[in-house]
């Protein structure tokens, strides 16, 4: 099956910072998506992106799916940005296959 | 936000017993997922529906069954709990195709954390 691997597993920042996260994956895809897991254990959809570039905020993600990769932008980070950052990819066979994600922590 | 719901949100219970978990949408979107999350895997595809009466196995479908009798409800039922089925349950909807071709766009509810002794 299709791999996927998110770097760093691990992220620490001051408020305010800005911080790139990225989701490689090992063969084409249909679809990825962007999601945050706060605290709470909630996921939150960021971006549906399977291709292109998008922005919602202080949050961009662009998506080179020729080169087998997808970039997650913050700036400006905040406290709130904290908790556990997972992109989930599809190649058409209906299961979504997720990385492990990054775990971000912003401190005020 | 996409109206998903799950119950219970916490549960206890002992090795052996019967187990069902509850999803349920206000969407009326056609497909439903359950996934279940473990420290060190993110999250891993149990079963999905494709429609009424409509499921297939994901990742890992071992020890679990669901049912689908109403697009709005999306059963997961552990037939006989063990430890190993303790973890974060998660529910997701999604309308899959809507107006593009492999458009799958997937909503998640708020999770139930199952545990099991």
């Known amino acids: 099956g299709i791999q996927v691997e998110q770097s760093p597993p691990d992220l620490i920042l001051q408020e305010g910072a800005n911080s790139t996260l990225r989701c490689n994956f090992s063969d084409s895809v249909n679809n990825l998506q962007w999601f945050h897991q706060n605290p709470w254990g909630q996921l939150i959809n960021l971006f549906y992106i399977p291709s292109g570039t998008k922005q919602n905020g202080r949050l961009s993600a662009t998506t080179v799916a020729t080169e087998r990769y997808s970039l997650l932008y913050i700036s400006s980070s905040q406290t709130t940005d904290s908790g556990v950052y997972f992109c989930?990819?599809?190649?058409?066979?209906?299961?979504?296959?997720f990385g492990r994600g990054t775990s971000l922590i912003v401190h005020p | 936000d996409a109206g998903i719901t799950q119950s219970p949100r916490h549960k206890v219970t002992e090795t052996g017993t019967p187990v069902t978990l509850r999803c349920h949408q206000t969407e009326n979107h056609r497909y439903m997922y359950w996934y279940r999350q473990d420290p060190g895997h993110g999250l891993r595809l149990i079963h999905y529906s494709y429609g009424v009466k409509d499921t297939d196995k994901g990742e890992v479908s071992d020890g679990y069954s669901v049912s689908r009798s109403k697009t709005e409800d999306f059963l997961l039922t552990l037939e006989s709990a063990t430890s190993s089925q303790t973890s974060v349950y998660f529910c997701?909807?999604?309308?899959?195709?809507?107006?593009?071709?492999?458009?799958?766009?997937?909503?998640f509810g708020p999770g139930t954390r199952l545990t099991v002794l």
């Open positions: 997701a909807i999604s309308d899959r195709g809507l107006g593009r071709v492999n458009y799958n766009e997937q909503f």
């Open positions: 989930a990819v599809e190649r058409g066979s209906y299961i979504p296959t």
